[in-house]
């Protein structure tokens, strides 16, 4: 083997070296060990209860979540006690049976709720707040207003800007799910639930937002769910992923 070639070998052995030992990190790395923790619960533990200690931690989570320009354009409805749950299974009527179990099985569940028309209005009160709060200096408040411009461009003219509004409960959706990982909570993001009658039983509750997924939470049921302990099936790391 010349001297060029030697170079070039050793070169490759130390490329493939510290790619190995990245890998071996990221793995370790708390932030991944909870993602590939955290699955979708099929099935749970009716008699398993998470601890107040632990839902108030969760719910603190969910106030902190980011929205564009801090928004905040949602509404959270923890659905706890054995009541809320019958109303809740009672909304599974007309569709998605296949998830009305986890209304009375889940520990809680989490209605994650949009408002339809967040109006200029509603933003000054999170301008308020952050002006109360100290973020944001009071000679300021009027230029912060001006990022409402934002909301505005994703308003129609009947005043819907429900489509900009609800990826904002999405953002929280993905930190609930990291947070409730990190506790070793269990949990099913659901899209199949009946908005309508969800609206029609918790009118006053949402006070005209509107919840289109909810997040089921608790303990999965040891050795009846089918989905515990599978290993993870996401696309290669090339495929999702362009670094320019």
Request: proline share 3%.
């Amino acid at each position: 083997m010349n001297s060029l070639s030697r170079y070039a070998w050793l070169s490759k052995l130390k490329a493939a070296d510290i790619k190995l030992n990245n890998e071996d990190k990221n793995v370790s790395h708390q932030i991944i060990k909870d993602l590939n923790s955290r699955y979708t619960a099929k099935k749970y533990d009716a008699e398993k209860r998470i601890s107040q200690e632990d839902m108030a931690i969760i719910k603190e989570a969910i106030r902190l979540s980011a929205s564009s320009i801090n928004s905040q354009p949602w509404k959270f409805i923890v659905i706890e006690s054995d009541e809320a749950k019958q109303r809740f299974h009672s909304t599974f009527a007309n569709k998605h049976q296949f998830n009305q179990p986890h209304a009375t099985t889940a520990s809680h569940t989490i209605l994650l709720a949009y408002d339809p028309k967040f109006t200029k209005e509603k933003f000054a009160k999170r301008v308020d707040a952050e002006v109360t709060s100290g973020h944001l200096p009071a000679d300021m408040y009027n230029t912060f207003m001006g990022a409402y411009a934002f909301a505005e461009a994703n308003t129609d003219e009947n005043g819907f800007n429900g489509h900009w509004t609800k990826a904002q409960v999405y953002i929280a959706l993905g930190n609930l799910l990291h947070t409730l990982a990190r506790l070793g909570i269990d949990s099913t993001p659901m899209e199949g639930v009946d908005p309508e009658l969800i609206g029609e039983e918790f009118k006053d509750e949402l006070e005209g937002h509107v919840c289109e997924v909810a997040l089921a939470i608790g303990y999965h049921k040891d050795g009846e769910d089918y989905n515990h302990g599978l290993p993870k099936a996401r696309m290669a790391l090339d495929d999702v992923i362009t670094t320019l």
